[in-house]
């Protein structure tokens, strides 16, 4: 590897300051890219001007002028200052200018060409210009200046006795040429290449003659593709004022045209701490040159850190491109110049100092453009680098490989990125990028499963990916008095035909386990991607992996093809600090959070990441409640930091589950990872609460409910976990051995998830404990939480459940539910009356409490954090990719209109599912909340539009399927449930996204409404209004929804169909810059 010495000469005033910040810019490119360049860089102070008098009694001394001869570049601050020179001596009558040395080392350097570009370090510095924005706005010019020429080294004599004086202006032809030949170097290094405006004097000048002649010639024998143009320098210099971008190019001159041209120029950009310049003296890596700011060295400030350093900063710059061919370089500086000094508007961080309008130091103007230029820098190594990582056998990334950073990511885009299939450099992955990602674990109920055999059977019964990678548990519909009905026998019937057809290992009989209940706790690892067709799959999010629920025909997809495909969702992070109260548990804590952030706002749409010290207080069942519902609360995903307590918990599985401890993988959050928003929860403050019917996010203090009467209460469901029905439990006990009764009303049930917690129950003594408080103890299933199976609550009965969801008809058709947590259900069951825990809480023995739910009692492996290692094969990259035209699709029809949330148990409830057809399923469309619908569906009314939120709750895949059995043919919401907008377009159903209020307005019941697909727009009352509708989202319709892709490219459907969605993006640009484009003068 090549050192390279750079001469610094800090020089006088406030010389050192910028040029100590210059320094650290160009060490950072040292060190970020020698090994890109083969190449390093030393620095070596040297002394002069005014501070070099001082020390050695010149300006230049010897050593200074020898080092920057033997140098690779020079880089200069300032010199001179009202000091010097010092006064006249009888020894020093005549002593040394600081300006001398500058004058001095030029001609020794033999620096014959000084250059110095006119431009605006950033776009919104347009408007600080002395002249008129409007003037100045396209400016864009470099003054290449003859250096060591002209009048300034002709022959000169001063005033004599006769009071004349005169000086010379001496030019030859090789001096002209080889001012003119760097300069049309310059031009050249543009495209198309810059032209090239020669200013003289040519009618009064012989000088100026001789000038325009070499120049002509020079031009057009060496570089003739360079345009030439001459103009008198009176000339250039009214149009600098009048028209400055009408010298746009290389404005080309002599020695003192130059001097005077360029020092006017410097004044358009607005001060002069911007501009850099370079003296050179000759072309290419072999010369040498000197750069410096245009400013002088501004003793009033010096020493105060308030000097701009762009100047100086951008001089490196230049230094990189002239002295080393280092163009990428230093381009990357003038960005992050650009980015550190441009307003917000303009995509900038606004850093400015004083003259600029700012109050930033010369150490932060420094330390900003230092961090941006480190990304600039970075993309320069993903451009060198990027093809020359390794891989190990699989085609997996190996983290250690790179040689240049990703971008900061969040947990939940680590573990999507980790479980990506062909993704390209730089190999991270961003919210809104589409990305192909394998799947660890597809899980599904006998409901769902059903659901899903309908596209099993449509594609023919293709076998699945992985046998011992489906978890099919048989618990929405079941309960052991209705099983020999025929409509749970043939859901159980189904299941178990499809466990030995492809040998399931993982299928749960009936009032086995819930879905999310013993797959959480015997099989879900750190850093695993899983996909269930249930919305509360993100429960296993609990243990630090991105689980999310999906619909049937979604989830069938990985479980055939081992992949399915994700646009990146934002991340929102909720940090938890402080430490609960005894017995505050999950449950408490999301209805806390619900209650504070409310449903789908910060979290909708997006992948809720638990984070903060408070998680050391939490139990992987706490986590389990909260990763839960963070369905409820609008997330895709709620996924918790894995940590020493998800090990120790992970290392208590025993016996079979024993084989599902290895495998897991630990992944931190990279510092500088962006969130969509960060929010605070202080788990000190978190008390009892109630979620109130029929909101999730209607959530009262339990004081404030106190005493309303229950008809029932329920303990059970996936989101109570085993610590919260010992918790709950311990409650009832507490409660008797004090003499509590429970009265004789009301149905009071406890339902646990699993037979194994069933089965610990038993054995810690709580099952009597429940019965003797008056509760049924129910098989494990879903019972009152869906309210389909045994276990309905009656029309206008009042509940109190430890369920997740409190929604319309959700228990029971008619029902009006409320949520709360096991602790607080077991408190108002006594007198069924809803009831504050808290007393109750404060008399268990919490000896026993820790005994009971042993936490933390077995000691996992030490956790070892890892970086993701994606598979970087190309997405797409397959025989069988080809070419597909977007369709030119139009849609016309009148409008029903509903509101926001509007959510899928009211879209086809679900007593009617699975269905036999879409057609079966839209005879039920809406059937409780609006009965009308599929009749003026019937009469053209096909077209829903709503606002927020469409298709929230359940992941059922069916509502869609129901909106396009009934005939709907288009969908317009301000936004969808992350789910229900999944199974939409896997579904084949056009959804698309209006933000517009005005369209809102004009939107109403039974307006006709015209809508173009291909271009984006629908009309409504003659007004046009955008619309958001992917490239993938388009390509899933286009191709029939999945089934259809499928039959097609089989399990390269999702590789197959980003690819062309890319494509189609790709085109789309293409067409919009050429319309932008169309009417500039190339």
């Given at each position: 590897m090549k050192t390279e010495t750079i001469v610094l000469l800090k020089g006088d005033g406030i010389g050192p300051e910028i040029v100590t910040e210059a320094q650290k810019v160009l060490q950072l490119v040292s060190d970020a890219r020698k090994e890109a360049n083969d190449m390093e860089f030393e620095f070596k102070d040297e002394l002069i001007g005014g501070i070099a008098i001082d020390q050695t009694g010149s300006p230049l001394p010897e050593q200074t002028l020898n080092s920057c001869l033997n140098a690779s570049a020079v880089?200069?601050?300032?010199?001179?200052?009202?000091?010097?020179?010092?006064?006249?001596?009888?020894?020093?009558?005549?002593?040394?200018?600081?300006?001398?040395?500058?004058?001095?080392?030029?001609?020794?350097?033999?620096?014959?060409?000084?250059?110095?570009?006119?431009?605006?370090?950033?776009?919104?510095?347009?408007?600080?210009?002395?002249?008129?924005?409007?003037?100045?706005?396209?400016?864009?010019?470099?003054?290449?200046?003859?250096?060591?020429?002209g009048a300034y080294f002709g022959k000169r004599e001063e005033e004599n006795a006769e009071?004349?004086?005169?000086?010379?202006?001496?030019?030859?032809?090789?001096?002209?040429?080889?001012?003119?030949?760097?300069?049309?170097?310059?031009?050249?290094?543009?495209?198309?290449?810059?032209?090239?405006?020669?200013?003289?004097?040519?009618?009064?000048?012989?000088?100026?003659?001789?000038?325009?002649?070499?120049?002509?010639?020079?031009?057009?024998?060496?570089?003739?593709?360079?345009?030439?143009?001459?103009?008198?320098?009176?000339?250039?210099?009214?149009?600098?004022?009048k028209n400055p971008s009408a010298l746009n190019g290389v404005l080309l001159t002599e020695n003192m045209f130059g001097d005077i041209l360029s020092d006017e120029s410097s004044v358009i950009p607005g001060s002069l701490g911007l501009l850099p310049s370079a003296s050179l003296n000759g072309w290419g890596k072999e010369s040498n040159g000197l750069y410096e700011p245009i400013h002088?060295?501004?003793?009033?400030?010096?020493?105060?850190?308030?000097?701009?350093?762009?100047?100086?900063?951008?001089?490196?710059?230049?230094?990189?491109?002239?002295s080393f061919g280092l163009e990428r370089e230093a381009k990357a500086i003038e960005k992050a110049v650009a980015k550190v000094l441009d307003d917000e508007e303009h995509g900038g961080l606004n850093v400015r100092t004083k003259e600029l309008g700012g109050n930033a130091t010369t150490t932060e103007i420094g330390d900003a453009i230092r961090k941006a230029l480190a990304d600039e820098l970075n993309q320069l190594n993903i451009e060198d680098f990027a093809d020359k990582v390794e891989v190990d056998s699989t085609g997996h990334l190996i983290p250690s490989s790179l040689k240049f950073k990703r971008r900061p990511m969040t947990l939940c885009e680590k573990i999507i990125c980790n479980?990506?299939?062909?993704?390209?450099?730089?190999?991270?992955?961003?919210?809104?990028?589409?990305?192909?990602?394998?799947?660890?674990?597809?899980?599904?109920?006998?409901?769902?499963?059903k659901g899903m055999e309908k596209t099993y059977n449509a594609m023919n019964r293709p076998g699945v990916n992985r046998n011992d990678r489906f978890w099919l548990a048989i618990d929405h519909t079941v309960d052991p008095s209705i099983n020999h009905l025929p409509k749970p026998q043939g859901l159980i019937k189904a299941s178990r035909d499809f466990q030995k057809e492809v040998g399931i290992k993982d299928l749960h009989g009936p009032n086995e386990t819930i879905l999310h209940t013993d797959f959480y706790r015997y099989r879900a690892l750190p850093g695993q991607m899983i996909c269930g067709a249930d919305s509360h799959s993100c429960s296993a999010g609990a243990l630090g992996n991105f689980a999310v629920g999906l619909g049937a025909a979604d989830v069938l997809m990985p479980l055939v093809t081992g992949e399915t495909w994700f646009k990146v969702p934002e991340t929102c992070e909720i940090r938890f600090v402080g430490k609960p109260k005894f017995g505050i548990t999950g449950k408490d804590i999301?209805?806390?959070?619900?209650?504070?952030?409310?449903?789908?706002?910060?979290?909708?749409?997006?992948?809720?990441?638990?984070?903060?010290?408070?998680?050391?207080?939490?139990?992987?069942?706490?986590?389990?409640?909260?990763?839960?519902?963070?369905?409820?609360?609008?997330?895709?995903?709620?996924?918790?930091?894995?940590?020493?307590?998800?090990?120790?918990?992970?290392?208590?599985?025993?016996?079979?589950?024993?084989?599902?401890?290895?495998?897991?993988?630990?992944?931190?959050?990279?510092?500088?990872?962006?969130?969509?928003?960060?929010?605070?929860?202080?788990?000190?403050?978190?008390?009892?609460?109630?979620?109130?019917?029929?909101?999730?996010?209607?959530?009262?203090?339990?004081?404030?409910?106190?005493?309303?009467?229950?008809?029932?209460?329920?303990?059970?469901?996936?989101?109570?976990?085993?610590?919260?029905?010992?918790?709950?439990?311990?409650?009832?006990?507490?409660?008797?051995?004090?003499?509590?009764?429970?009265?004789?009303?009301?149905?009071?049930?406890?339902?646990?998830?699993?037979?194994?917690?069933?089965?610990?129950?038993?054995?810690?003594?709580?099952?009597?404990?429940?019965?003797?408080?008056?509760?049924?103890?129910?098989?494990?299933?879903?019972?009152?939480?869906?309210?389909?199976?045994?276990?309905?609550a009656g029309e206008g009965e009042v509940w109190l459940s430890s369920q997740n969801r409190n929604f319309k008809n959700r228990m029971g058709k008619g029902s009006i539910g409320n949520v709360a947590s096991a602790s607080c259900v077991a408190a108002s069951s006594f007198d069924m009356k809803i009831t504050d825990p808290t007393e109750l809480l404060e008399s268990i023995d919490k000896e026993k409490w820790e005994k009971f739910r042993q936490f933390n009692v077995v000691k996992g492996e030490d956790i070892v954090i890892s970086e993701p290692a994606p598979i970087i094969a190309r997405a797409g990259d397959s025989s069988n990719v080809d070419k597909v035209e977007s369709k030119k699709v139009?849609?016309?029809?009148?409008?029903?209109?509903?509101?926001?949330?509007?959510?899928?148990?009211?879209?086809?409830?679900?007593?009617?599912?699975?269905?036999?057809?879409?057609?079966?399923?839209?005879?039920?469309?809406?059937?409780?909340?609006?009965?009308?619908?599929?009749?003026?569906?019937?009469?053209?009314?096909?077209?829903?539009?709503?606002?927020?939120?469409?298709?929230?709750?359940?992941?059922?895949?069916?509502?869609?399927?129901?909106?396009?059995?009934?005939?709907?043919?288009?969908?317009?919401?301000?936004?969808?449930?992350?789910?229900?907008?999944?199974?939409?377009?896997?579904?084949?159903?056009?959804?698309?996204?209006?933000?517009?209020?005005?369209?809102?307005?004009?939107?109403?019941?039974?307006?006709?409404?015209?809508?173009?697909?291909?271009?984006?727009?629908?009309?409504?009352?003659?007004?046009?209004?955008?619309?958001?509708?992917?490239?993938?989202?388009?390509?899933?319709?286009?191709?029939?929804?999945?089934?259809?892709l499928y039959s097609k490219y089989k399990n390269e459907l999702f590789r197959v169909t980003i690819k062309h969605a890319l494509d189609a993006d790709n085109e789309r640009a293409c067409k919009k810059a050429c319309l932008e484009n169309d009417n500039l003068n190339w």
């Open positions: 880089l200069l601050g300032a010199v001179g200052g009202p000091q010097w020179p010092r006064p006249a001596t009888p020894e020093n009558p005549h002593p040394p200018r600081p300006e001398q040395g500058l004058l001095d080392i030029r001609k020794k350097m033999n620096l014959f060409c000084n250059i110095r570009p006119c431009i605006f370090p950033c776009e919104s510095l347009k408007s600080k210009s002395p002249l008129k924005e409007e003037i100045v706005k396209d400016t864009e010019f470099i003054v290449v200046r003859e250096l060591t020429g009071g004349v004086a005169y000086d010379t202006i001496i030019y030859s032809v090789p001096e002209v040429q080889r001012i003119t030949r760097i300069a049309a170097q310059l031009a050249l290094a543009h495209n198309p290449p810059y032209p090239i405006i020669s200013i003289d004097k040519a009618n009064v000048l012989a000088s100026s003659r001789l000038w325009r002649r070499v120049v002509t010639e020079t031009i057009q024998k060496e570089f003739p593709t360079v345009k030439l143009q001459h103009q008198l320098v009176d000339s250039a210099a009214m149009i600098m004022v002088g060295s501004a003793p009033e400030i010096a020493g105060q850190n308030i000097a701009n350093p762009i100047g100086t900063i951008l001089s490196a710059a230049m230094l990189l491109r002239y479980s990506a299939v062909g993704l390209p450099a730089p190999y991270d992955v961003k919210p809104g990028d589409m990305v192909c990602v394998k799947v660890d674990w597809t899980i599904a109920s006998e409901l769902t499963w999301i209805i806390h959070v619900l209650g504070e952030l409310k449903r789908n706002t910060v979290g909708f749409e997006r992948a809720c990441e638990w984070t903060g010290p408070g998680l050391k207080y939490l139990s992987c069942d706490d986590r389990f409640a909260i990763a839960n519902m963070s369905t409820e609360f609008g997330g895709i995903a709620g996924v918790f930091q894995a940590d020493e307590i998800t090990a120790n918990f992970i290392a208590k599985r025993s016996g079979d589950n024993a084989n599902y401890k290895d495998g897991a993988i630990y992944f931190r959050a990279d510092e500088g990872a962006q969130y969509s928003s960060s929010h605070i929860i202080d788990l000190s403050k978190v008390e009892p609460s109630v979620c109130k019917y029929p909101a999730p996010d209607n959530v009262f203090p339990v004081g404030e409910m106190a005493g309303t009467p229950l008809d029932g209460v329920f303990i059970g469901a996936c989101t109570t976990a085993e610590e919260e029905l010992i918790l709950a439990g311990l409650v009832l006990e507490a409660g008797l051995k004090k003499g509590y009764v429970p009265v004789c009303k009301g149905t009071r049930k406890v339902t646990p998830g699993s037979a194994s917690i069933l089965a610990r129950l038993r054995e810690l003594g709580l099952i009597d404990v429940y019965e003797k408080a008056g509760f049924k103890v129910g098989a494990p299933g879903c019972s009152y939480c869906l309210g389909i199976a045994a276990d309905r139009t849609i016309q029809g009148k409008i029903q209109r509903f509101e926001d949330h509007i959510d899928t148990d009211a879209i086809i409830p679900a007593e009617f599912m699975p269905g036999t057809s879409d057609e079966d399923l839209g005879t039920h469309c809406f059937q409780y909340v609006r009965p009308e619908f599929r009749e003026k569906v019937k009469n053209g009314s096909t077209i829903v539009v709503a606002g927020v939120g469409f298709g929230s709750g359940s992941s059922r895949e069916e509502a869609p399927r129901a909106l396009k059995g009934s005939g709907v043919k288009c969908v317009i919401a301000k936004s969808y449930a992350f789910i229900y907008g999944r199974n939409q377009y896997n579904m084949a159903l056009y959804g698309i996204i209006i933000n517009d209020d005005a369209f809102y307005e004009i939107a109403t019941e039974d307006k006709e409404i015209f809508i173009d697909i291909a271009n984006r727009y629908v009309e409504i009352e003659g007004k046009k209004f955008p619309f958001q509708l992917s490239s993938m989202e388009e390509k899933l319709i286009e191709g029939g929804g999945v089934t259809e």
